[in-house]
């Protein structure tokens, strides 16, 4: 992901440079050619398959930083007039970086070259993006797990809708971020006795990041099978997906139906089964569950019932009911620290599952509580399969240029609001937006990006202003924690939240911040190479870091002098 944000940065260095004034001859034929190799990066980053030129990604990124610092550096010496010859900024200076980035890309075609019809088109029946395989078939599907507070409400609005008047066949859809219980709702609502009664016909089929059509087919036909009592699961191997298909609208032909789609990612995906579906009027529902609100507006343009975070007394409840069991009252003097700790989770059900999963596992005493609220982001750390991992399919699920978006909430203290409009400025000046096609500004390109974040329920629009444009956001404290895990492994961002200890070795970042409440000037530059350019400073400095900053020579200062210094 870092790559295709260097990537983008240098295309965006190139792109709003006056070129045709300063550069000719040689040298603007040597740019011309790193925008070349920029734009196959970005294309192939893009739309190749995840994972396959991973190994050279670290490549990418060092080689398009690199290209990026001397362009941005000569382009700047030049309109300072030190290093001005007859308007030609001497070729030479580009000619290693080229000749870097040139050999870079002959190595990614050779990748590419042995798997090309991978390239620009996803083949098969698979139609989404799987990108980590070390989350592979982690979803919404470990909410069932938890006994959820608070969801009555919900419960009873759904089935409302699922047994509606209408004789038309109608699809309901849920949304909310990961591990919100999307899923759990939607498995009450399925095993809700007047739901079992109104219906002829019951199936459940999960989705998920890794669709494949044959297998969500032959769940649905066992599905019906079961509610039928007829099954010919033996003949179901012999058949092809359209013979599949059409019994499966064989069977649903006639009876009243509801079918739980669960866990669905892309309208592509709702448009290759939506087809098996037949409406005959007679009352059937789909039920579907999704983190992207675009999909449910898809499949069905009525507004989609979204969850909510839990209240603190519904979260309680939950945590008290999973550590000691519904027939026993927890002991008095643990009640404010369990609160605190349910508040710190934040209302989200996922949440609360890892910490109760922790909490049964230590004392049942005051100091033990308080300990884990002490550690309450280690804790959910050290659980990255059953926590940060569910949230984590949903960013790997992002495209490519919604990514740095994304990671750079890291670089905000825990609950900083955030004003929208320096957010916009910030990813323009960091590079992550580009001029679209449709002749959209930065800030217009921008604001899409947002609102796309905001839908796939990654980014929290706290504050709206009467127009409905979003004021302030920010971001739930466990997908920022996921943020600061991934920014760290991939050398996105470092951020400092206590007071370090001074390494042997700086950091190869581009990207500091400092969220701890005071931090001196002198530590904060030794941490910080030549190569920093963005600096997002929330502590309470003894003096002003720019002077300092200018004689270290570091590259915001002739660059991008982005410099946040916003305090606690």
Known sequence: MEAYSAVISLLQSLDKR???????????EM??????????FQKVLDEFEPGKIKSLEENIRVAASEAEDVVELKTHQIIKGSSWTFGILQHQDLLPVVEKMDTIKKQVMEIVSHDADQLLELTGDSLIDTSSTSYAMLSDKL??????????????????????????????????????????????????????????ILAWVTISQEFRNRKVLLEALHCISKSTGRSNAKDYNEMDENELADLVQKKLKGPRYLVVVDDIWS???????????????????????TRETEVAMYANTCSPHEMSLLSLDNGWRLLCDKVFGRKYEHPPELDEIGKEIVEKCQGLPLTISVIVGHLSKVARTLEGWKDVSRNLSEIIASHPNQCLGVLGLSYHHLPNRLKPCFLSMSSFPEDFQVDTRRLIQLWIAEGFIRISENGKSLEEVAIDYLEDLISRNLIQARKRRFNGDIKVCGIHDLLREFCLIESKMTKFMHVERTHPTIPTQKHNVRRFSFQTKFYSVEDCCKLLPPVARSI???????QPLEPHIKILGILPIYRRNLIVDTQF
Request: hydrophobic share 40%; charged share 25%.
């Open 536 to 542: 997002y400073l929330f502590s309470h400095l003894d």
């Open 31 to 40: 740019l011309d050619s790193l925008r070349a190799i920029a734009e196959y």
């Open 143 to 200: 909410e069932d797990d938890h006994i959820v507070q608070g969801i009555d409400d919900d419960l009873e609005i759904i089935v409302k809708r699922l047994i509606g008047p209408s004789s038309d066949l109608e699809i309901v859809t849920i949304t909310g971020m990961g591990g919100i219980g999307k899923t759990t709702l939607a498995r009450k609502a399925y095993d809700h006795l007047p739901i079992r009664y109104h219906f002829d």
């Open 18 to 28: 006056n070129f045709h004034e300063l550069f000719h001859g040689h040298t603007a």
């Open 267 to 289: 309208t592509n995906v709702w448009d290759s089964i939506s087809g098996i579906f037949p409406n005959y009027k007679n009352g059937s529902r789909i039920l579907l569950t």
